[in-house]
């Protein structure tokens, strides 16, 4: 779950969204959850929510479980891109936007290092 600590500092607006997106992905298992907050530095969203998922079939598992929690939380449109095959799904709620890696794809991208002027947000079990 997120730190109560942080969900001060996120703000109650975004701070059940990002505790219910985060609770969907520990849930089934998702591997290295990090937010990263870039209100301030990106246009299209306040928060990214990264995960790894072990393989195709937890991806899956990751995308579906976090889009149907998604869905029930916020009031617009939740959309899905990717697929498990390509190894990266992204679930957009609008304000968080939620990137389901496989280990490979994550390195390869790392996002957390294109995004390094964002601040980290502690999520923790």
Known sequence: MVN??????????????????AESLQGKMAEDVVLLDVRGNSII????????????PHLKALAAETSKTMKQVVDH?????????????????????????????????????????AERVD???
């Open 4 to 21: 109560s600590l942080n969900i001060n500092k996120i703000g109650e607006k975004y701070g059940e969204f990002v505790e219910a997106a």
């Open 45 to 56: 969203t306040d928060f990214y929510l990264l995960a790894t998922g072990r393989n195709m």
């Open 77 to 117: 449109p939740v959309r899905l891109s990717g697929t498990p095959e390509s190894g990266w799904v992204i679930v957009d709620a609008g304000d968080i936007v939620i990137h389901i890696f496989h280990s490979e794809k994550r390195a390869y991208y790392n996002l957390e290092e294109l995004w390094n002027d």
């Open 123 to 125: 999520v923790e079990e």
